[in-house]
């Protein structure tokens, strides 16, 4: 199969993934911001969110060796309006050249926390970095990092803790350059077996 091709069939196959920009800041003040669409989140306590970086021995990483720095970060959804101008995030600018001035986002801090916050976002979280973990099989790398603060719109927050990502208006991602809104379909309660619905009725 042509090369290419190949590859965007790979990037599709896991279907929506969450569209978040990570954002951070040099120890001599740089900030810097870029999409990734591989944060997962891996457990709630203590809460624990993962990403992958793609290979970094090649290219320079600015939100890698931020984080690295200064164990600091924030994941920030990224709205449905802003999706074009967080796509071109991913671009190679200088270290010096803030993606938050070039793709048009406003930046904020919150006291004691270093690293900067997108204001356009619903929700956004700060992250402390804990651990990298390499993964052999393809040369990247898994960021695992701790939720320190939490800041979301509390349109979208129900009174039992859960979040509607369709008020929030936060985008998916297929691929890496496909962009969708979220629509939410239903809620339903934790799955017993003393609670089967009959499907066949
Ligand atoms: C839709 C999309 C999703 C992306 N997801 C990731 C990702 O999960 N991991 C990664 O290493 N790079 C990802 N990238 C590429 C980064 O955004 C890109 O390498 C960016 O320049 C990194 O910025 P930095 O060098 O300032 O850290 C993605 C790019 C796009 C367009």
Request: aromatic letters at 10%; glycine letters at 6%; proline letters at 4%.
């Given at each position: 199969m042509d090369k290419v091709k190949r590859l965007n069939i790979v990037n599709s196959i896991t279907g929506i993934k969450p569209g978040n920009l990570i954002g951070t800041i040099s120890n001599d003040n740089f900030p810097n911001l870029a999409i990734f669409s591989s944060i997962v989140h891996l457990?709630?306590?203590?809460?624990l969110l993962g990403f992958i970086l793609r290979p970094q021995h090649k290219v320079r990483r600015d939100t890698y060796n931020n984080i690295l720095e200064n164990g600091s970060y924030t994941v920030n959804h990224l709205p449905n309006h802003l999706t074009k101008n967080g796509h071109y995030t991913?671009?190679?600018?200088?270290?010096?050249?803030s993606e938050f001035e070039y793709c048009n986002f406003k930046k904020y801090y919150i006291d004691g926390f270093k690293a900067p916050f997108v204001k356009e976002s619903n929700l956004s979280i700060g992250m402390k970095f804990m651990e990298s973990i390499p993964i052999?099989?393809?040369n990247t790398v898994m960021v695992v990092g701790c939720v320190e603060h939490v800041l979301v719109n509390?349109?979208?927050?129900?009174?039992?803790?859960y979040i509607d990502l369709e008020i929030l208006k936060s985008s998916g991602i297929s691929g890496l350059n496909s962009y969708y809104k979220l629509t939410k379909i239903d809620s339903y309660p934790y799955a017993r077996i003393s609670e089967l619905p009959d499907f066949k009725k």
């Amino acid at each position: 199969m042509d090369k290419v091709k190949r590859l965007n069939i790979v990037n599709s196959i896991t279907g929506i993934k969450p569209g978040n920009l990570i954002g951070t800041i040099s120890n001599d003040n740089f900030p810097n911001l870029a999409i990734f669409s591989s944060i997962v989140h891996l457990g709630s306590n203590p809460a624990l969110l993962g990403f992958i970086l793609r290979p970094q021995h090649k290219v320079r990483r600015d939100t890698y060796n931020n984080i690295l720095e200064n164990g600091s970060y924030t994941v920030n959804h990224l709205p449905n309006h802003l999706t074009k101008n967080g796509h071109y995030t991913s671009v190679k600018f200088d270290k010096n050249q803030s993606e938050f001035e070039y793709c048009n986002f406003k930046k904020y801090y919150i006291d004691g926390f270093k690293a900067p916050f997108v204001k356009e976002s619903n929700l956004s979280i700060g992250m402390k970095f804990m651990e990298s973990i390499p993964i052999k099989a393809n040369n990247t790398v898994m960021v695992v990092g701790c939720v320190e603060h939490v800041l979301v719109n509390e349109d979208a927050l129900s009174d039992e803790g859960y979040i509607d990502l369709e008020i929030l208006k936060s985008s998916g991602i297929s691929g890496l350059n496909s962009y969708y809104k979220l629509t939410k379909i239903d809620s339903y309660p934790y799955a017993r077996i003393s609670e089967l619905p009959d499907f066949k009725k």
